[in-house]
């Protein structure tokens, strides 16, 4: 069994994403590590990765036949859901894991007790600390593809991210004046502010958040509806519409909420849970999707 840490450092602060059965906590962003593996080192061939967000990077950098086992919450891609194990990444079980003989553990860096045991035990582990940039998002592609063997496939995937990314930018009308949101964790109206990284990809389109108001410091604020009715804002995301039901349906029904511009403008946007909170490949979903409501909404 390897004995080199893949690490990656934390720089930031934390995001929490509330109640939607994936990657909860996001710290700070993961930089790469200059303890990785040798590069003469075999490629590990047997990878146990307990975040939901790590198992789409190394799925999609080719990795996934490396891949032994995954969380419960690793439902994506389905050929990574069909490797569920009863692994938690919330409550790891060491033995459980050890037992099953990786050659690497991927964690998100968020349980230190799991990292102290996984040292103590010789187990080979990296740690993808929750992006607070694309830059960070990028880092960690490149850094699972040196990890195990596959760098030109995650440089390329990271180019056409990028590639991708730039488009909207390009894409993008320009509005009379700044468009104001509200993304909504929950039924219970928790929130985002622009310190999340979530905030922050609405930020690269230009966006307000209507949110950062009512933060005091706290980036998931609770809002209330009579502060959300006041702030009237120009879009609203919807990011628990699978685990909670939401809809621009049952937006539209909550009191009040029918004369909010973004209800009569029918910019109530509903978006994809898992990849509202998650950091990997498929926020280049996110980011065009919320792209094209922006682009719809000055366009009409």
Known sequence: MKRAKFTGLLVG???????????????????????????????????????????EMLYAIGAGDQVLA???FSNYPPEAAAKMSGLSGYEPNV?????????????????????????????AHWEGLAAVSFDDVYAQIEQLGAATG?????????????????AVRAGLPEPDEPLTYYHELDSTL?????????????AELGLVNIADAAGDGNPYPQLSAEFILAENPDLIFLACTLYCGESAATVAARPGW?????????????????IASRWGPRIVEYFQAVGAAVAELVAS
């Open 95 to 123: 033995e459980a894991i050890v037992g099953l003989e990786p050659d690497l553990v991927v964690t998100d860096g968020s349980n230190p007790a799991l990292i102290e045991q996984l040292d103590g035990l010789g187990v």
């Open 150 to 166: 596959h760098a030109a496939e995650a440089a390329a995937l990271v180019d056409r991210m990028r590639s991708d990314v730039a």
């Open 13 to 55: 602060c934390a995001l929490v994403v509330a109640a939607c059965g994936d990657d909860t906590v996001e710290p700070a962003a993961a930089v790469p590590s200059d303890t990785a593996a040798p590069a003469t080192e075999a490629p590990p061939s047997a990878i146990i990765s307990l975040s939901p967000t790590a198992t």
């Open 190 to 202: 928790y929130s985002v502010t622009s310190a999340t990284f979530i905030g922050a990809v609405y």
């Open 70 to 72: 995954v969380d419960d």
């Open 258 to 274: 029918g004369e909010l511009d973004a209800v009569a403008n029918g910019a109530v946007v509903e978006m994809n849970d898992d």
